[in-house]
């Protein structure tokens, strides 16, 4: 069966950076566009990031774009999100995702002082 796993998540000053993961098993990883979301404290899911099968393309959410990387290792069945100057307004609990019925747990991320 699809399991992910998320990982990585902490507190973290504004400014600074975290790499979060998400370990895959249980179909075949590197068919599948991959993506992140994200829920806010008291908010709906956010859409954050997703990255093509192959690599071929990234995409993101304005509120992200030139802070945050999405990435992918098909040979171990990884993906990554690497964030970068991190604001307050990113604390949220980050799942990964295939398809539209298999998310992770979430890892928790909190960006405060």
């Known amino acids: 069966q699809v399991q992910l796993v998320e990982s990585g998540g902490a507190l973290v000053q504004p400014g600074g950076s975290l790499r979060l993961s998400c370990v895959a098993s249980?179909?075949?990883?590197?068919?599948?566009?991959m993506r992140w979301i994200r829920q806010r404290p008291g908010k709906g899911l956010e859409w954050v990031a997703e990255?093509?099968?192959?690599?071929?393309?990234?995409y993101y959410a304005d509120s992200v774009r030139g802070r945050f990387t999405i990435s992918r290792d098909d040979a171990t069945n990884i993906l990554y999100l690497q964030m970068n100057s991190l604001e307050p307004e990113d604390t949220a609990v980050y799942y990964c995702?295939?398809?539209?019925?298999?998310w992770g747990n979430g890892t928790r991320v909190t960006v405060s002082s």
């Open positions: 995702g295939v398809g539209v019925d298999y």
């Open positions: 249980g179909f075949i990883f590197n068919r599948y566009t």
């Open positions: 990255i093509i099968s192959g690599g071929h393309g990234s």
